[in-house]
Nanobody, 129 residues
Framework: QEQLVESGGGLVQPGGSLRLSCTASGIALAQHPVGWFRQAPGKEREGVSC????????YYSDSVKGRFTISKDNAKNTVYLQMNNLKPEDTGVYYCAARGPVTTMQAMCEIQSRYLEVWGQGTPVTVST
């Protein structure tokens, strides 16, 4: 059974950091592009960061560029999202997703997420005092 399981979310103060993990089973992340997406209360889901299969191409949304870093460990079949200098507007449920007929990492994050075939259940992140 193909499965993605996110972890690492929680409550953090503004300016703080969190590292999210997404561990895969039944699917080899080394063979597929992977992305992080988030959905804030009352808002549509948005792409945060996407990473190509070879890990040579990355995309970050303008809202997180310079603060978030996506990476993966193929040996652990896990993708990470290091989030620094967190802001209240980063609050939301964070999902990882993988595999699909995407073109570029920007397209994957911005307009092609509906084609991604495997999604995790999400991990909540709350940035608040």
């Amino acid at each position: 059974q193909e499965q993605l399981v996110e972890s690492g979310g929680g409550l953090v103060q503004p300016g703080g950091s969190l590292r999210l993990s997404c561990t895969a089973s039944g699917i080899a992340l080394a063979q597929h592009p992977v992305g992080w997406f988030r959905q804030a209360p009352g808002k549509e889901r948005e792409g945060v960061s996407c990473l190509s299969r070879s890990a040579t191409s990355t995309y970050y949304s303008d809202s997180v560029k310079g603060r978030f870093t996506i990476s993966k460990d193929n040996a652990k079949n896990t993708v990470y999202l290091q989030m620094n200098n967190l802001k209240p507007e980063d609050t939301g449920v964070y999902y990882c997703a993988a595999r699909g007929p995407v073109t570029t990492m920007q397209a994957m994050c911005e307009i092609q997420s509906r084609y991604l075939e495997v999604w995790g259940q999400g991990t909540p992140v709350t940035v608040s005092t």
